[in-house]
T-cell receptor
Framework: NAGVTQTPKFRVLKTGQSMTLLCAQDMNHEYMYWYRQDPGMGLRLIHYSVGEGTTAKGEVPDGYNVSRLKKQNFLLGLESAAPSQTSVYFC????????????FGPGTRLTVT | TQLLEQSPQFLSIQEGENLTVYCNSSSVFSSLQWYRQEPGEGPVLLVTVVTGGEVKKLKRLTFQFGDARKDSSLHITAAQPGDTGLYLCAGARSYIPTFGRGTSLIVHP
């Protein structure tokens, strides 16, 4: 039981490049979330999903898109990366009836130059 | 305006000392979670408190939820270097939690 996994662990992008971050969970959780964590800012919710095929915007969605085609996977896309998107990205998942008890992945450290 | 205020922001103590960190809000939450995050890793859930006035213990950690369900505290007894990390509280009014900015704790041997 791997829990929540994220790929890649590290990535460096040039401004304007695109990439997709992959999150996978093997706990059969209904809810999945993408956060970014910046020094002094805490965890900020980017997008979330309450089930396969559904997504919704969080606190800081601009510049990101997401897709949840399979229950176990939640993808975060950056279409045209900007230096302001340099951050550590965390994926989390939770059960529907315990939605706020989240299980986090190990994070992806992204640098945009 | 941060919905959840955590204090202190930083704490540096010696092994064996006691400490308390606080999580305060003007909003009522249906539940509140505490997480610990070690450098280079994701947050790990420590506890959920649901009932106003509830107290939960996890070894040397004691968590309390305020009577009005607007605030919470985490008390660590006889801190150890292994307690070093970022402590985050998260309040929930639906299935979307709001995180505080965390208390960064360093326990020196």
């Amino acid at each position: 039981n791997a829990g929540v996994t994220q790929t890649p662990k590290f990535r460096v992008l040039k401004t304007g490049q695109s990439m997709t971050l992959l999150c996978a969970q093997d706990m059969n959780h209904e809810y999945m979330y993408w956060y970014r964590q910046d020094p002094g800012m805490g965890l900020r919710l980017i997008h979330y999903s309450v089930g396969e095929g559904t997504t919704a915007k969080g606190e800081v969605p601009d510049g990101y898109n997401v897709s949840r085609l399979k229950k176990q996977n939640f993808l975060l896309g950056l279409e045209s990366a900007a230096p302001s998107q340099t951050s550590v990205y965390f994926c989390a998942s939770s059960l529907r009836d315990r939605g706020t008890e989240q299980y986090f992945g190990p994070g992806t450290r992204l640098t945009v130059t | 305006t941060q919905l959840l205020e955590q204090s202190p922001q930083f704490l540096s103590i010696q092994e064996g000392e006691n400490l308390t960190v606080y999580c305060n809000s003007s909003s009522v939450f249906s539940s509140l979670q505490w997480y610990r995050q070690e450098p280079g890793e994701g947050p790990v859930l420590l506890v959920t408190v649901v009932t106003g006035g509830e107290v939960k213990k996890l070894k040397r950690l004691t968590f309390q939820f305020g009577d009005a369900r607007k605030d919470s505290s985490l008390h660590i007894t006889a801190a150890q270097p292994g307690d070093t990390g970022l402590y985050l509280c998260a309040g929930a009014r639906s299935y979307i939690p709001t995180f505080g900015r965390g208390t960064s704790l360093i326990v020196h041997p």
